[in-house]
Structure formats: structure tokens, C-alpha cells
């Protein structure tokens, strides 16, 4: 019998921690659609194959994750705008009959700000904690909301460096040192690094230093207010959670997989909430 099912995945290696089967599978009982989202667990020397041989699968596309995010986007026919400046994808469908990868994480940090906080459109100074892949996804959602000052802070300087290139104008590139100085320009602070993590040390910024109106944000979600978060409630700065950005980086590939644009509410945030809160 012919499978009318549609199905989606994500894939990574390992990928046993991902919370992407429970928003996608929220959003299929939600829709009351006849599909599936699965775990796979692709090996890195199997990912290149696994990506171009993708159209002749049972599979409408679905999602990367670590370690297989550059890999993808090598491997892809062709790229979104925001995979292209990222260099990277995390989201995959077909298209004439071969693979293409998008990358929807800009997207979703500038929407979790959206929902959380609307007044970050007014920032016009960010401190960016962090150079790695995330960094790029957030520096890019800044720079598309026409923030002018972009300062990216990172203990390897050089990669500080490498990311305040790839954007034209705008960017600058710092040590850690340099937060005493930093901070009281800032507007919008993000840490995009896993310091804060369950089980790792926070990255003891002074968030005193940061003017009254700063918002201060974290990628981290587990736990869900990290110690960065904690203290920035503590001074009354508003302060955005990285959950937000984990549901709303999901919104496209569902869209392009199912057909339906899902909604992030607040029932789907708290289901997660409940399942973060159940493993730890
Ligand atoms: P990555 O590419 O490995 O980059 C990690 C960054 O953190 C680098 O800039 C690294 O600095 C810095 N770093 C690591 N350990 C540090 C330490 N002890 N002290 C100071 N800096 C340190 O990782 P990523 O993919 O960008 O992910 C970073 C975090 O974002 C992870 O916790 C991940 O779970 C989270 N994340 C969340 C979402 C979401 O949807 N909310 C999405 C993506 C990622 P060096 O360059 O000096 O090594």
C-alpha cells in the first residue's frame, strides 16, 4: 500500500537529546496531520550521502544538527540567502527533485525577541558573547534588523575576528577583556556561548555595568534562566530566554514539510518547559 504519510526528521550524531520530535509532534496532534517526525542518527562520514540521496527517500526533508550543520550545507544543490551568509543549514527539503538547505536560526532568535520584547527593534548597539556557528545566526538576525553597532566578544579573538568579517560595516571584534568597557554602551546582550549550561560555569559578566534600558538575552536553554539570565532579572533588565529561539527556528521547516504555518504558543512552550524540567 502506498505510504500517503508525510515524514520529516532531524538528524545528528549523536541526536538522542533533541527536543525537535516534540515540538514537531506537537504540531502534527495539533494540526491533526498524518505524518511523522523521527531521530536519526547519521554518522559524519555518512551525512554527504544521506543529504544528496535525500530527494529519493520516504522523507519531505527535516532538520540538522550538530555535528552535521557545514557538512549540509556542502552537500546541498542549493542554499537559502541566510544558510549562504551563515554557512550553514539546519533545515532541509526538495525541490525539482534535489536537496536544498535553509537556515532558519536567524529567523528564529529575531522572532523569540519579537514575541518576548518588541522594543529590541529600537537597539542600536549589541554585545555578542560568543564566535562559534550560533554567533553567526545571531550576528546576522542583528545585522538584518539594522543594528549599527555590532561588538562580538570572544576568548579566541581571531574567531571574533573571522565572524566581524563576513559582515560589511557594522561589526567589531573584542577579548573578553574588553566588557568593562563595552557594557555600557550595550543595548541588547546575548551570550551565544555554553557558558551557563547545566553543568558549566556562568560567564560572570557584570551586568551592573549595563545601562537600565539594556535587554539582556541567552541562547542557552538548559536551564532555562541561566545565571547571566538570573542576575539581569535581579538588576530588572529585561531579559529573553533561548527557548523562544529553539520554537521559532522550527516554524519553517514544518511549513515547507506539512503545509501548515504552526503557531509558537504558549501551550507548546510549556509542554517543553515541562519536559526540560522532567530530564534535569
Ligand atoms: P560552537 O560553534 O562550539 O561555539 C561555541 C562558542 O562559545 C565559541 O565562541 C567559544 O569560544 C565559546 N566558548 C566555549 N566555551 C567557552 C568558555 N569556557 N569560555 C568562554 N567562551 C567559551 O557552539 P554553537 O553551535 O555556537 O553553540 C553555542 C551554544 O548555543 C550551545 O550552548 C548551544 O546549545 C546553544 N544554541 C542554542 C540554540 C537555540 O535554539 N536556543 C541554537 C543553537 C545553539 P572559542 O572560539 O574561544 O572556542
Redesign the pocket.
Known amino acids: 500500500m502506498a505510504d500517503t504519510m508525510r515524514h520529516a526528521f532531524v538528524c545528528g550524531h549523536p541526536v538522542a537529546h533533541s527536543r525537535s520530535p516534540l515540538i514537531h509532534g506537537f504540531w502534527l496532534d495539533k494540526y491533526g496531520i498524518a505524518g511523522s517526525y523521527e531521530k536519526l542518527d547519521i554518522a559524519p562520514a555518512d551525512i554527504a550521502r544521506f543529504v544528496t540521496e535525500l530527494p529519493a527517500s520516504r522523507y519531505a526533508g527535516g532538520n540538522v544538527t550538530i555535528p552535521h550543520k557545514e557538512a549540509a550545507f556542502a552537500a546541498v544543490a542549493r542554499r537559502d540567502e541566510a544558510a549562504e551568509i551563515i554557512g550553514a543549514v539546519n533545515t532541509l527539503w526538495i525541490e525539482d527533485g534535489r536537496a536544498v538547505g535553509g537556515n532558519t ?1 536567524a529567523y ?1 532568535y529575531a522572532a523569540s525577541l519579537d514575541a518576548a520584547t518588541p522594543d529590541w527593534r529600537g537597539v542600536t548597539s549589541a554585545t555578542v558573547l ?6 553567526r545566526a545571531v550576528v546576522h538576525a542583528l545585522a538584518q534588523a539594522g543594528v549599527a553597532d555590532i561588538r562580538i566578544v ?3 579573538i581571531l ?1 571574533a575576528r573571522e565572524l566581524a568579517d563576513r559582515f560589511r560595516g557594522g561589526t567589531s571584534a573584542h577579548g573578553w577583556d574588553a566588557l568593562p568597557d563595552l557594557l555600557p554602551g550595550t543595548g541588547l546582550l546575548v551570550n ?4 551557563g ?1 547545566k553543568g558549566a560555569s556562568g560567564s560572570d559578566v557584570d551586568v551592573a555595568a549595563l545601562p537600565d534600558s539594556a535587554i539582556v538575552s541567552d ?3 538548559v536551564p532555562l534562566e541561566t545565571p547571566l539570565l538570573a542576575a539581569a532579572r535581579q538588576r530588572g533588565l529585561a531579559s529573553v530566554d ?1 527557548l523562544g ?2 520554537l521559532h ?1 522550527a516554524v519553517a521547516g514544518f511549513a515547507r514539510w506539512f503545509d501548515v504555518v504552526p503557531d509558537v504558543s504558549a501551550e507548546l512552550r510549556a509542554r517543553i518547559v515541562a519536559d526540560l524540567e522532567g530530564a534535569h
Request: net charge positive; aromatic share 4%; no cysteine.
Open positions: 536560526d528564529g560568543g564566535a562559534g556557528g550560533a554567533a570572544n576568548r579566541t574567531r551565544t556561548t555554553p557558558l549550561m541562547i542557552v536553554y533561548g529561539m529553539l527556528q
